[in-house]
Nanobody, 121 residues
Framework: VQLQASGGGLMQAGGSLRLSCKAS????????MGWFRQAPGKDREFVAGISRSDEIWYADSVKDRFTISRNNAKTTVYLQMNSLKSADTAVYYCAADRSGPYNNIQSYKSWGQGTQVTVSS
């Protein structure tokens, strides 16, 4: 599965951004998808995930601020990020094809190239 993430940029604290991840696979609807992020000097961490049956999971740090969704017809998964904080600054990666715990990096077989999100305070 090839994944292309987009939508990152520079935003002031309190603002919003929407990330998109386009998957190049016709059977997209059968894949669990995830968003992860990696801040400078830190490990990659789970942000949000959505299963093929639309079960959704969030990291505690983004719950009530971020929303993950998917459009199977467009083979795209989204991450709406509201009330952004400087702590959200990171490269955001989308991931696909999960077989394991939803918040584990090792569970996902395919990864996008990442999109930079920078939040200024």
């Amino acid at each position: 599965v090839q994944l292309q993430a987009s939508g990152g940029g520079l935003m002031q604290a309190g603002g919003s951004l929407r990330l998109s991840c386009k998957a190049s696979i016709r059977t997209f609807r059968w894949y669990d998808m995830g968003w992860f992020r990696q801040a400078p000097g830190k490990d990659r961490e789970f942000v949000a995930g959505i299963s093929r049956s639309d079960e959704i999971w969030y990291a505690d740090s983004v719950k009530d601020r971020f929303t993950i969704s998917r459009n199977n017809a467009k083979t795209t998964v989204y991450l709406q990020m509201n009330s952004l904080k400087s702590a959200d600054t990171a490269v955001y990666y989308c991931a696909a094809d999960r077989s394991g715990p939803y918040n584990n990096i090792q569970s996902y077989k395919s990864w996008g190239q990442g999109t930079q999100v920078t939040v200024s305070s």
